[in-house]
């Protein structure tokens, strides 16, 4: 049991540890992303649109024309206006997120061309960035055009299509984003590398700590299962003497209703008690099964057949079907319980005058034995939630059973290695389903 609620803890505990970090790193990343994308765009604003209300495109023979206050010769082709300027290297562009300066878009490596209005590309000027050549400008400018968008991506550049002033000509600019696009993936390794070594040191912290922590339920546990225990041998004795003195009553006075009834719920309460220290045994993780070789046919036969008279005077109809010569290797006798709580449930709580099928097969996941029945209305709850200890669909019929059969079945296949599940399968029926693996 204390390593049964280990690895729970540690698999919950590893669980919510990922879950965070999985959130961290998209925090992260995704902020970083948006913020290098506002300041790609605040820089390719200013860069496109801003200085073309005070510039002119030069082109390759063109005596630089200074315009009306500027007395800076240009570092380059593309900028009539030198660093020389207070204001040109100063002045925000307040329509930018992060209020980019004209100098942080002197720095910025662009090119651009110019396209006429039949979409040819009459003139490229590439003189701010070393790495593409006219022709591959051209190249960027044409693939620009065909896209029919005045902005997006052309490979490692974002484009922004421009017409600067009356004429009908178009100023396509391109900024080279292959370095911001180097640190979005830089971050991302980094954040993944430190998100993957905290994971493991958290699951280091998690394990050594595992023990203290369930130490108390654990304990608590362990202290319950004893008391049941220890009450169900206590209560043995006393009903097995009440039942003894109701049978001498009846030897002696005859047989009466409240003799009766005092056998009957004698034997009913010795019958739970017999449940639950079955269930302790159960969840103590020392299971009593012995496994061997058996045939699975011959005694999924041997305990149908005798569910077939039981079921006919309740009014149902036991329907089987048996895959002949088929052999496990299990515990024979817990295999035996386990399709007896399936065929008693079935008994029990399906429609009266309506059929109960149990088959059994072979399948690629193992050997199948299957119970299905009618049973109107349907439990309002999940499937899997009929394997509750003490749970009854029908509060009609709490005087049948404990409500402990199908919780005991499913400890005892999990014992074996086994898998068994309930599921709806139509309207008014349910099907159990018993895998030997």
Same mark, same amino acid.
């Given at each position: 049991?204390d390593?049964?609620?280990r690895k ?9 540890? @990922?879950?965070? +970090?999985?959130?961290?790193? =998209? ?5 970083? +992303?948006? =913020?290098?994308?506002?300041r790609l765009?605040?820089?390719? /604003? ?10 002119k ?13 500027n ?5 380059d ?8 300027? @207070?204001?040109?290297r !100063? ?8 209020? *980019?300066?004209?100098?942080?878009a002197? /720095?910025?490596? +662009? ?8 979409g ?11 790495s593409?050549?006219?022709?591959e ?6 693939q ?6 005045d902005k ?10 421009? !017409? ?11 900024l ?9 993936l830089?971050v991302?390794l980094?954040?993944?590398?430190v998100?993957?070594?905290g ?8 394990y ?9 339920i654990?304990e608590?546990?362990?202290?319950q ?5 220890d009450?169900?041998?206590?209560i ?8 003894? /003195? ?6 002696? /006075?005859g047989?009466?209703?409240? @003799?009766?009834?005092? +056998?009957? !719920?004698t034997?009913?309460?010795?019958? =739970?008690?017999?449940?639950l220290?079955?269930l302790?045994?159960?969840?103590s993780a ?6 061997s ?6 005694l999924f ?8 008279e039981p ?15 088929l052999?496990?290797?299990?515990d ?15 008994v ?29 209305? =349907?439990?309002?709850v ?9 749970y009854?669909?029908d509060?009609?019929?709490s005087?049948?059973?404990y409500?402990?059969?199908l919780?005991?079945?499913?400890t005892?296949?999990?014992l074996?290695?086994?898998e068994?599940y309930?599921?709806y399968?139509?309207?008014n029926?349910?099907?159990f389903?018993f895998? *030997?693996?």
């Open positions: 049991m390593k049964l609620l729970k803890f540690i698999r919950t505990a590893m669980i919510a540890v @990922s879950a965070l +970090i999985v959130a961290i790193i =998209l925090v992260i990343n995704i902020g970083n +992303i948006v =913020l290098t994308g506002a765009t605040g820089i390719m /604003n200013t860069v496109s649109e801003r200085r073309f209300e005070n510039e495109m030069l082109r390759p023979g063109d005596d630089f024309i200074p315009l009306p206050g007395t800076h010769t240009p570092t082709g593309l900028s009539p206006s030198g660093p020389g300027t @207070s204001d040109y !100063q002045k925000p562009d307040r329509g930018a997120f992060f209020g *980019i300066t004209e100098n942080d002197l /720095n910025a490596r +662009i090119f651009r061309a110019e396209v006429d209005e039949n040819q590309v009459i003139m490229t000027d590439v003189g701010r960035i070393s593409v050549t006219e022709d400008a051209e190249s960027y400018a044409k620009a055009l065909s896209s029919g968008k997006g991506t052309v490979g490692n550049f974002m484009f922004r299509v421009t !017409q600067p002033d009356s004429g009908k000509n178009r100023v396509i600019t391109f080279d984003v292959s370095s911001d696009n180097r640190s979005l830089l991302l980094i954040s993944l590398a998100a993957v070594l994971w493991l040191l958290m699951l280091l912290l998690v050594a700590l595992a023990n203290k922590a369930i130490r108390p654990a608590n546990i362990e202290r299962k004893q008391f049941v225990t009450a169900g041998h206590e043995k004795t006393p009903l097995a003497v009440i039942k003894a /003195n109701a049978e001498a009553m009846e030897m002696i /006075n047989s009466t209703k409240w @003799s009766r009834n005092i +056998i009957e !719920q034997d009913r309460l010795s019958g =739970l008690m017999q449940k220290l079955s302790a045994r159960a969840d020392q299971p009593e099964v012995n496994f070789e058996f045939s699975v046919s011959e036969s041997t305990v149908t057949s005798a569910f077939e079921a006919a005077a309740n009014g149902r109809i036991l329907k089987c079907e048996t895959e002949d010569g052999t496990v290797n299990s024979e006798k817990s295999v035996r319980m386990i399709i007896e709580a399936l065929l008693e449930n079935a029990k709580y399906s429609d009266s005058g309506s059929e109960i099928t149990a088959v059994l097969k072979k399948e690629k996941t193992g050997t199948v034995i299957s119970v299905e029945n009618y049973c109107t209305p =349907l439990p309002d999940s499937p899997d939630k009929l394997f509750d200890r003490f009854r669909a509060s009609s019929r005087s049948e059973g409500g402990i059969g919780s005991y079945a499913r005892t296949a999990a074996l290695g086994a068994l309930a599921e399968t139509e309207k029926k349910i099907k389903t895998i *030997i693996k």
